[in-house]
């Protein structure tokens, strides 16, 4: 099966003037093509040259053969476009280090599994810290990562008493892999001089246990008095560079692993080492760069639009621009309280309207393409403001402002999304995932949250946006998600937005595609596009939908040539 194995599209081997030039590189016939391309939905071969498909169509594709082309079986199996994920912080190493590029993920602690559903004790995660502390001089923070509140056996929080127990020298920082809560240890409260005393800051909170004393757990904002203090584990700069080059091609195996061909990158300081590993023949997936910070100024100052870059490794919209807190982690800000807490809680916003409405305005007059990380309705409203207001000032066609998350909506929400073409990137493997949050919002509620049925039926073009860490990636577990609404547990939440198989396909590739601008270019089997497919071993048509999210990925293909092979 490894027929396109280390091919290099559009290579000219000698003797090759004899060749035609227009003879395919590869033809895969036999095979059950979903081409989400509505003008040939149905095919059984297609071929592909340069890294691009030529021709798409039926079996009578293999007579274009030619003295060079290879020739794959398909053997009867379900052939997809690749997938694509709009929302990845595919560094994944926590706040406050600085990781970038898959290098935490490598390298750190997992107190949870990033990828999969699974319970862990409170103990283990004692031990694992234990074991890392030891290899830390006092003072120097102790990181914990993939932490899940609902995936812990002992079904109650993690709390600073739990910490206390991994150091009494080092600070201990337990990151939710929501990214938007933190646990800490007392070492580390006493560090940042943080006492039950302290007042919580705008768009933050140190919760207290129910004696009024710091439980540990510190929420968005106020997270920020903790992570100024305390040392950080030191790496020379070639250990450093080591790390970051590594942790970039371990990523991106696993994306390939799992079937994606395109991922939106949120995370800072990755692109240079994903450039080097694209030389090293290492990087293994097309690259969307989101952009914050310092690059996004030097694009800003430097007129470096979005879409600038190649087929590889391009510049996309900017990275989330955050408005609210999360959803898994209930500091969304929306217009209702949550069950089972105090009715004058509604989230965190962490951005005001004229502070957003500036940034809005000035990253869109350089041509960037907008993108705010907005959960709540009451967040989702204030960005919308924020976008109508920039679009008006300076209107320009396909602007296609990015919404991240978008978790809560309502019919006027819908209906200003749909005016300006927003472009949203939604929870994909929640609904699966993170079944066991949803009791937070309610039944109710959740007809209303991660609304692909409403937004597809809408017009708008609703994507796939794992936003792992929080999330896993996996695209057959998000299109499982999407097609039952149902859990690891069992739990139905919101079942009003439900979307059938061919639309949640199409949410994962398509319009994947179209939230980058990059639809001429990929999301669909279409002859002139980008040869990104994956390969199934059973067809998702004819399996039960709970089944889904097992189904082996054979073969993952990115311009032709093979990335991932079972
Ligand atoms: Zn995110």
Known sequence: M????????????????LADPQEPDLIVHNARVHTVDNAVPKAQAFAVRAGRFVAVGGEDIKSLAGKKTRSLDAKGMMVVPGFIDTHNHAGAGGIGNGYAGGEGLLYDVHVG??????????????????????TLPPGTWVLGNFLDDTKLADKRPLNVHDLDKVSADHPVMVVHRGGHTIFVNSKAFQLAGVTKATPNPFGGTFDKDG????????????SAALLKVGKWEQFTPAQKEKRLLEGVAFISGKFAQYGLTTVHHNEDGALEAIQEQ???????????????GDLLEAMIRNGMESGFGDEWVR???????????????????MRQPYIGMPASYHGNLTETQEDLNAWCERVHRAHIQLNCH?????????????????????PRANARPKITHCSQINPDLVRRMKALDVVPSMFSTYPYYNSDKFHFYGQETMQHMIAFRTLLDAGIKAAAGSDFGPGPFSPLMALQAMVTRTGWNGETWGASQKITLDEAIQVNTINGAYNSREEKDKGSITAGKLADFVMLADDLHAIAPEKIKDVKIVQTVVGGQV????
């Not at 990335?563 to 079972?566: D, F, K, T």
């Open 563 to 566: 990335m991932y092979q079972a």
């Open 2 to 17: 490894s027929l396109m194995g280390g091919a290099v599209a559009g290579a000219v081997a000698p003797g090759a003037a």
């Open 113 to 134: 599994n990033p990828y999969e559903v699974e319970q862990v004790s409170i103990a283990s995660i004692i031990a694992k810290l234990k074991t890392k502390a030891a």
């Open 278 to 292: 694209r030389r090293n023949g290492k990087l293994k997936h097309r690259v969307s760069y989101e952009a914050r």
């Open 211 to 222: 004696n009024g004393e710091l439980n540990g757990r510190v929420t968005d904002r106020a």
């Open 315 to 333: 510049l996309g919209a900017t990275a989330e621009h955050a408005v609210d807190g999360s959803l898994s982690e209930r500091t969304m800000a």
């Open 374 to 394: 907005a959960n709540g309705d009451i967040a989702i409203d204030r960005t919308l403001t924020a976008y109508e207001r920039a679009l008006k000032l300076s």
